[in-house]
């Protein structure tokens, strides 16, 4: 079975760091696509960043310059670094995964970012 264990959320303020990682586990290949998603309590979850197997990255406009996603294909691990957080970053952040390009995706359990005074 595929499982997403996530780790690395916590409280940090304003202009602080956090590094997010992802386990994964259950393909037999390295995991075709990887994402970070994030959801705010009344908010629709949404995309920060992916990557693929290949290394690839895509981010949203909100985490440009500011987030960096990337990869241990021999782990299958997924990492994202987080700098100059907001207050705004507050939510929990899921790990998104496609074990291979003919699966559905899974998602971890999430974890709660909060960026506070």
């Known amino acids: 079975q595929v499982q997403l264990v996530e780790s690395g959320g916590g409280l940090v303020q304003p202009g602080g760091s956090l590094r997010l990682s992802c386990a994964a586990s259950?393909?037999?290949?390295?995991?075709?696509?990887m994402g970070w998603y994030r959801q705010a309590p009344g908010k629709q979850r949404e995309l920060v960043a992916s990557?693929?197997?290949?290394?690839?990255?895509d981010y949203a406009d909100v985490a440009k310059g500011r987030f960096t996603i990337s990869r241990d294909n021999a782990k299958n691990t997924m990492y994202l670094q987080m700098n100059s957080l907001k207050p705004e970053d507050t939510a929990v952040y899921y790990c998104n995964a496609y074990p291979t390009v003919l699966s559905v995706p899974y998602w971890g359990q999430g974890t709660q970012v909060t960026v506070s005074t």
């Open positions: 990557i693929t197997s290949g290394g690839s990255t």
């Open positions: 259950g393909s037999m290949f390295s995991f075709y696509l």
